[in-house]
C-alpha cells in the first residue's frame, strides 16, 4: 500500500494527523475527498486551517496547494468558514 507521505503536500506529521482520522492511503484519501477528510481533521484537532485543506485538496489532484486554481480555493474557503465555530458538518 503506498505511503501518504508518496502525495504531494503531506509529509510525516500530516500523515499521522491523517492516519489518526482513519485515512492510511493515498486512495482512501482521494475517495473520501479534501472536504470530508478535512472535516475530520478538524473535529480531532480544531486547530487545522485553510492551509490544511488546500494541501489534502491539492494532494488528491496532485498539485501543490499553490497551484490550486483560484476558484477551487474560494470554494474551499467558503467550506472551511462554514465549519468555524459549528460542532457538525457544514450543509
Known amino acids: 500500500m503506498p505511503d501518504l507521505t508518496t ?6 506529521e500530516m500523515a499521522r494527523k491523517l492516519a489518526a482520522v482513519g485515512v492510511r492511503s493515498p486512495g482512501e ?4 475527498g479534501a472536504k ?5 481533521l ?19 489532484r496532485g498539485v501543490d496547494f499553490n497551484a ?3 476558484e477551487v480555493k474560494a470554494d474551499l474557503k467558503e467550506f472551511s ?11
Do not use: Q, S, W
Open 7 to 12: 502525495m504531494r503536500n503531506i509529509g510525516p
Open 29 to 32: 484519501l482521494a475517495e473520501a
Open 36 to 40: 470530508d477528510v478535512f472535516f475530520r
Open 42 to 60: 478538524k473535529t480531532l484537532y480544531p486547530n487545522v486551517c485553510l492551509v490544511h485543506l488546500y494541501a489534502l485538496e491539492g494532494a488528491v
Open 68 to 70: 490550486l486554481p483560484r
Open 81 to 91: 468558514d462554514a465549519l468555524k465555530g459549528k460542532g457538525g458538518p457544514a450543509v
